[in-house]
């Protein structure tokens, strides 16, 4: 059986001041998303709903990667994000997941994290 591709792990934390943040050391978390899950990497975006947020994830879905993106509610990550995947030529529904981590400690984002990439087929510990 053939190794399932990995996926991209962004994370956006709304300028870092938003309060829902306030429970989770994001660094940490981050690094144990990126150490310990089957991603093919992790990494912090300051404001994906920001213009270069928009170029930056037009940038990034011009390689086709599958792409777990937490951050706010899923349904404003839908609206903000549905153009950069069409332009893509991704699909929202199929080549993206969308977490709400906010107001969570790390502990309970990473569990969320993990049930997501297990109901994607993805073996985590």
Aim: proline fraction near 4%.
């Amino acid at each position: 059986m053939a190794e399932q591709p990995k996926l991209g792990f962004i994370m956006c934390v709304c300028t870092g001041k938003c309060p829902g943040f306030a429970a989770m050391d994001i660094w940490d978390f981050i690094n144990q998303v990126r150490v310990e899950l089957p991603v093919e990497y992790a990494f912090i975006h300051p404001q994906l709903c920001e213009e270069d947020g928009d170029r930056f994830l037009a940038d990034f879905l011009k390689s086709h990667r599958k792409v777990i993106i937490a951050a706010c509610a899923p349904n404003m990550q839908k609206k903000m994000f549905k153009q950069a995947f069409a332009d893509a030529g991704m699909s929202l529904e199929t080549d993206a997941v969308m977490l709400d981590i906010r107001d969570m400690t790390n502990e309970q984002a990473i569990e969320k994290v993990k049930n997501a990439l297990t109901q994607l087929g993805y073996e985590v510990d």
